[in-house]
Nanobody, 120 residues
Framework: QVPLVESGGRKVQPGGSLTLSCTASERTFSDFANYDMAWFRQAPGQTREFVASINYNSGRLDYTHSVNGRFTISRDNARRTLYLQMNSLEPGDTAVYFC??????????WGQGTQVTVSS
């Protein structure tokens, strides 16, 4: 069972919107509701970067400056699912998007990610 499965990415025109989803497996994340979670992204030739985070009870949300006001992170603990609503997309948002625990490192298990391409 894959620990994290990201979905929802596709090609979209500048100014468009997308909602990404990330479902955590019950086996690996049976206590999903106790984890602070985050979205990350990796553009071609770049290192993976933080995008947004949400604490375990959705009481704290944080965003990287470049997406603040355009993206919204949310979660459904009953479904072990994390979401990222992305509006006013820009070509600079083009990347593979991943989810994981907020302070996940390269040694943690990562999913395959979902490709978002913003282009006309």
């Amino acid at each position: 069972q894959v620990p994290l499965v990201e979905s929802g990415g596709r090609k979209v025109q500048p100014g468009g919107s997308l909602t990404l989803s990330c479902t955590a497996s019950e086996r690996t994340f049976s206590d999903f509701a106790n984890y602070d979670m985050a979205w990350f992204r990796q553009a071609p030739g770049q290192t993976r970067e933080f995008v947004a985070s949400i604490n375990y009870n959705s009481g704290r949300l944080d965003y990287t400056h470049s997406v603040n006001g355009r993206f919204t992170i949310s979660r459904d603990n009953a479904r072990r699912t994390l979401y990222l609503q992305m509006n006013s997309l820009e070509p600079g948002d083009t990347a593979v998007y991943f989810c994981n625990k907020e302070f996940a490192s390269t040694s943690d298990v990562w999913g395959q990610g979902t490709q978002v391409t913003v282009s006309s």
